[in-house]
């Protein structure tokens, strides 16, 4: 495998699309196997090789079992949000270029993963293009499956690992780590998982029903299935038998029907409910005949008078507005004699008489004026009459409408008489009335009956599928029945093939291991005295620590940067061991080892322990001196820079101080 590109969309810190051309290149007549990344902690160095890692196994990319809940959450964080905006972007995704070779035949592989939040959940997408062809037809599973099938992930883990894995089998003392990863190197790990399988479908069919109980279950449904069958045929027989019936009654209806409707039966049907509405027509004429006589007999008549009626009510308010009701004899009198006793103790009687002589010249002024008026109305005679004026109006308008409703009336009437007088008496018409509501009775009960037949059918033919589906399925029980002797012989012999497979697996694949084991750490140990070799127990996978006169040493005695050496070597050992062709990926590889530790790494390890070697350092991991030592073998190197303001990170060609100069 050769990684060709790899390119993050909005993934993690990397603001919209960053690519990373991660071929070797070859110069002066070789290729240099190293890409080198550097940056500060926190600048994305991780991010590359967790997007390289999802990139192929998707939510077992986070470990063994990890749940559809934390994988959906892992991608909603992994989408790049801008610290400027504080707004997420719509969607990510990652993309990965490599070429593959298999049996023999080299292929080019193009995998991308992309995903956006719909909000509670996240819509993924897996495509994947082989030779520059997409690869149609596969579902989210099977994608994953063919990458699964294609790069083991497993065996990946021996390739792609950072400081943690280093770390974990550095300070492993159990021998637990290095377990787990020789199972994955020998993919003994599948195996178990098939071994485990075999057992429960082992369980399964010793559990299963006996052969002679299921033959029994067979006879009692099957003589079941003929009765319902039988059944069915007698209710189609029926059903057949009344729908010929039914043809034969649904004609002579028609017939009927036909004379009925010659005869007039159409109208005569009706007749009674049109005597019925002409009552309710006569009592409603007569109701409004009634309401415009009770009109009449008020103040509907004085609507007639038009202009008098007019006139005469000018008049009046004319007069109410003159007339002042102190002028009346009674008050004139009561005034002249409460006016004289008043003035009878200051005047003599000469002069009260010329006062009492100028009031009855006055009286006869005001007796002359009232002999004008045209009426003697009291103001709340005048107002009646004047309300009887408008009365008239309202009830002119009401009987206008009367009117117009008993015209209506009479009209409707009218063409109900009409209609009765079509219709033909029911004495003439009775005999076919009865035949036709014969007729239609015997058709319904026949109706009813027909559907009765069938839905009885229906629950019969409903009982005879289910008696079927369980007939199918004690038949297939019945077969796996009688194969049970040979399946669990052959569940037996799997066991021991597997058996067999994985010690004599073990035996090889050990061997190997141990043998590279020595290798690789003789090339990176700083003692070039210390030769240890690797002894691993074939059964347990326990391993010891061998010196070179054979005696066990114990791996709590190395230093710190023996035992990151050790676990170096261990992975360089299992992967040379895999038999795979596949890029190393190393992050942050150098942190806990002295200079001369990581000198040995830099001149023996980085150039050899693949044909692509991708590593992610600090500038105090490989330093200058570190990376001029390992300019001869570097590649392409790129400069990871994280803006702290907007909270992304820009990736530059070029290593520390190679980008000074």
Known sequence: MLIKELVLRNYKIYEGENRFDLSPRKRYGKVRPIILFGGMNG?????????????????????????????????????YRSKITDRAANEASVELCFTYAKLGTENHYRVIRSWKSTGKSVKENVEIFEDFEH?????????????????????SDLFFFDGEKIKELAEDTGGSALENSIKKLMGLDIIERLSGDLTVLNRNITKASSLGQINREIDSQQKLLDRHKASIEQYKSEISDLLVKRAELAQNHRNLQSRFDERGGHFSASRKDIEKKI????????????????????????YLS???????????????????????????????????RRLEVKFGKKELEEVSRALSELFVISSDHQAAQVHDLTPRQASEVIASFQKAIEQFNSASFLFGELEKCETSLDELGSALSRAPDDSLIRADFEKLQLAQSELSALEINIEALRSSAKKEAELAVECA????????????????????????STNNLIDDFVRQSSLSKIADLETQFSDCFSRLARKHDM????????????????????????????????????????????AKTSGRQLPMIVDTPLGRLDSNHRQKLVEEYFPRASHQMIILSTDTEVDEGFYKALS?????????EYDPLSGSTQATEGYFWQQRG
């Open 279 to 302: 009552d309710a027509e006569s009592n409603r004429k007569s109701e409004l005949e009634a309401e415009i006589v009770t009109l009449l007999s008020d103040a509907l008549p004085l």
């Open 306 to 340: 038009g202009g008098f009626r007019l006139h005469v009510a000018e008049v009046i308010q004319k007069s109410l507005d003159e007339v002042n009701p102190l002028t009346s004899d009674k008050v004139r009198r009561s005034l002249e004699a409460e006016l004289l």
């Open 531 to 574: 030769n240890l070799s690797l002894k691993v127990n074939p059964e347990t996978f326990k391993f010891g620590l061998l010196s070179k006169d054979g005696s066990e040493v114990d791996k709590s005695e190395l230093s710190a940067g023996e035992k990151q050496i050790f676990a170096i070597s261990i992975l360089e050992a299992l």
């Open 43 to 79: 600048a994305g160095k991780t991010s590359l090789l967790s997007a390289l890692r999802l990139a192929l196994y998707g939510r077992f990319s986070l470990g063994q079992s990890p749940t559809q809940k934390e994988y959906e959450d892992f991608l909603k964080k992994a989408i």
């Open 469 to 492: 589906r369980k007939l199918d399925k004690l038949y297939e029980k019945a077969a796996r029945s009688s194969d049970q002797a040979r399946v669990l012989n052959y569940i037996g």
């Open 632 to 640: 001869p073998e570097i590649s392409r190197a790129f400069k990871l």
């Open 135 to 155: 690869i149609k037809g596969l579902g989210y599973e099977q994608a994953q499956n063919f990458l699964n099938e294609l790069i083991p992930i497993g065996v």
